[in-house]
């Protein structure tokens, strides 16, 4: 089991930046891939931005140069840095971890964390 708790969502002014965090439970370093995703209007989770294990990442092009994934395995952290900021950007985002567990790969989610992009 692996629990993950998200933090830095809050109100921002658009052309502004954000930090968000997702601290697992245990150590990342074996995880598979972690990320985050996002409501989007029809309440579905869309992707944003994905870390492997061995440290790739993808976005999906609406966020492509101004969000960055990133992971301290110290801290068993992984971070979004989110600049300029529009009102498109707010929802609620989730943290994701893929683990293999027992020979099997197990997906698990953070509570989420609200972002407002208004002025």
């Known amino acids: 089991q692996v629990q993950l708790v998200e933090s830095g969502g809050g109100l921002v002014q658009p052309g502004g930046s954000l930090r968000l965090s997702c601290t697992a439970s245990?150590?990342?370093?074996?995880?598979?891939?972690m990320g985050w995703y996002r409501r989007d209007p029809t309440k579905q989770r869309e992707w944003v931005a994905i870390?492997?294990?061995?440290?790739?990442?993808k976005y999906i092009d609406a966020v492509k140069g101004r969000f960055t994934i990133s992971r301290d395995t110290v801290k068993n952290t992984i971070y979004l840095q989110m600049n300029s900021l529009n009102p498109e950007d707010a929802t609620v985002y989730f943290c994701?971890?893929?683990?293999?567990?027992?020979?099997?790969?197990?997906?698990?989610w953070g509570q989420g964390t609200q972002v407002t992009v208004s002025s």
């Open positions: 994701n971890a893929n683990v293999l567990e027992e020979a099997e790969i197990r997906d698990y």
């Open positions: 245990k150590s990342i370093a074996g995880f598979v891939t």
């Open positions: 870390m492997t294990h061995g440290g790739q990442t």
